[in-house]
């Protein structure tokens, strides 16, 4: 893409300092827009602030990295900690205002979903909630497969160690045999934990995840020993553990934790605020659109729009 310069400077509010709001701030300075980013958070990042604890996830420290010093080149005026209200953006402060608020995560209607055993992949991967020894994961989408990555993990990461990397895959860098790989059964560490990873699709677990990649996360755990269970039907939460049902069979599953992975949907109640006010007002990324892990359409949708503005 060619970012030309603006014809026309305008005073650019952009709510939301995830992926998209990143784009989109860093792109609209950089063609000569004034803008001003806030996040209700301390630090910018949004999602991706979760995604880089996720052990295969790591370079995501690096996109943030390249947004703080985008920010920083393109001078854009960053207001964290400030969760933004409708009334502070209309007025003659701005000219165009974004909406990029992101996503929230979805709570499935389960008997006993407000149980204490039921926590948040949130929760799970800003490690405020504890996980137990036996847990179920309800939904494997992209997000459940990465909290059975968090929780099923120990030691370095292969993203991050080679030999890890090496040992986990059967792979050889320096001897160069054929194929790169040694032939010798991959070194993989089973996790002390009991994981079920569930989902309610007939379809195979998994069979969602990206075409090129989806195999190495299923396999990797399959190895750890994650147990991975699809159609079924999730009946309730309690004491005893999680009661699911499947292929007419209604069993107990004795776990400590259930952590719920069951979508996301766009937080839009900002937008909503303003449209009602007929301000100048777009919105980008998860916000328009919750789309599981798709940070790259976010980033996408932002650029184009940050081009024409
Ligand atoms: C564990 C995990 C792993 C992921 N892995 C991948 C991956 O591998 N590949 C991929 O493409 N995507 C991945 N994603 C998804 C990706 O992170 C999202 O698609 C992306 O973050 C969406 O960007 P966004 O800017 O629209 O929203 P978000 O990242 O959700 O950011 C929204 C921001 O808006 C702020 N906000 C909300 N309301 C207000 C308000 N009123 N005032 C001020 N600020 C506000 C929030 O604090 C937040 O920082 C992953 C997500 C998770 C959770």
Known sequence: ????????????????????????????????????????????????????????????????????????????????????????????????????????????????INHEKAVLYIDVINGTKPVGDKVAVIGAGGIGFDVCELISHSGSSGAVDRNVFAREWGIDFDNHPRGGVTGVEPVVAKTDREIWLLQRKVTPVGRGLGLTTGWTHRLSLARRGVKMLNAVEYVKIDDAGLHVRREEKTEVLPVDTVIICAGQQSERSLFDRLRDSDFPVELIGGAYKAAELDAKAAIKQASYLAAEV
């Open 1 to 112: 893409m060619n970012y030309l310069p603006a014809k026309l400077k305008k005073r650019i509010a952009v709510v939301g300092a995830g992926p998209a709001g990143l784009a989109y701030a860093t792109i609209a300075a950089e063609r000569g827009h004034q803008v001003t980013l806030f996040d209700a958070a301390e630090e910018i990042g949004g999602q991706f602030n979760l995604a880089k604890k996720i052990p295969g996830k790591e370079e995501f420290y690096e996109t943030l990295r390249y947004f703080r010093r985008m920010l920083e080149l393109h001078d854009v005026d960053l207001k964290l900690g400030q969760a933004v209200i409708a009334e502070e953006l209309i007025g003659d402060l701005f000219d165009h205002v974004v909406i990029a608020t992101g996503v929230v995560p979805r709570k499935p209607a389960i008997e006993g």
